[in-house]
């Protein structure tokens, strides 16, 4: 699996776009983007995934850069039920599992 | 309805003791997996199983055994507790290992040991 680095941790007004940041220059071919996030003392949940054109659904937008090194989670309006930690994960669509770094810390202030 | 579920959602126990987590899903999925939050958030997979067979066992003590008596089920036993046995515990389910990266997970088990 691709390493991917992201910021620890981003704040983010209520109400605005927040735009969560990954670097995954190792990416190969085959490798997907995989968001995940984790609210506070639940389950991680998935959010959406990629690889290599943009993505949209109802909760949030995955850009991924044309030469895939990169890719921005976007949470188009935040909320403070967003406040949690966000996880990319770079795998093979063939992968049997998920390998969780330590993602970013997303607090929505009001 | 709540797809994944784990009982207990809490569990303080002392070293040496033997105890088990429940983990359901309703949701029809064909796998099922097993991971553990450490004390620095950091989640990391234990197991997986595909319909009821053992897929991905890292390296964990033999101490945990998982159990599948049918596909909706996946519990967890651990021998011989020990203080590093502290964590929070995690089941998820994924429609099959085909979609593995898509995992529905449950909301844990505190698991203390004194």
């Known amino acids: 699996d691709a390493k991917t680095t992201q910021p620890p941790s981003m704040d983010c007004a209520e109400g605005r776009a927040a735009n969560l940041p990954c670097n995954h220059s190792t990416i190969s071919g085959n490798e997907y983007v995989y968001w995940y996030r984790q609210i506070h003392s639940q389950g991680p949940q998935y959010i959406i995934h990629?690889?290599?054109n943009n993505e949209t659904n109802e909760m949030a937008s995955l850009i991924i850069t044309e030469d895939r090194k990169s890719s921005t989670l976007i949470l188009p309006h935040a909320t403070l039920r967003d406040t949690a930690v966000y996880y990319c994960?770079?795998?093979?669509?063939?992968?049997?599992?998920?390998?969780f770094g330590s993602g970013t810390q997303l607090t929505v202030l009001p | 309805d709540t797809a994944v579920s784990q009982t207990p959602k809490y569990l303080v126990t002392q070293m040496g003791n033997d105890k088990s987590i429940k983990c359901e899903q309703n949701?029809?999925?064909?796998?099922m997996y097993w991971y553990k939050q450490d004390s620095k958030k950091f989640l990391k997979i234990m197991f997986s199983?595909?319909?009821?067979?053992?897929?991905i066992n890292e390296t964990v003590p033999n101490r945990f055994s998982p159990k599948s008596p049918d596909k909706a089920h996946l519990n967890l036993h651990i021998n011989s507790l020990e203080l590093g046995d502290s964590a929070v515990y995690f089941c998820?389910?994924?429609?099959?290992?085909?979609?593995?990266?898509?995992?529905?997970f449950g909301p844990g088990t505190r698991l203390t040991v004194t």
């Open positions: 998820a389910s994924s429609q099959d290992l085909d979609y593995a990266y898509e995992q529905y």
């Open positions: 994960i770079v795998t093979s669509g063939s992968a049997r599992q998920l390998t």
């Open positions: 990629g690889l290599k």
């Open positions: 199983y595909n319909n009821k067979e053992l897929i």
């Open positions: 949701l029809g999925h064909d796998t």
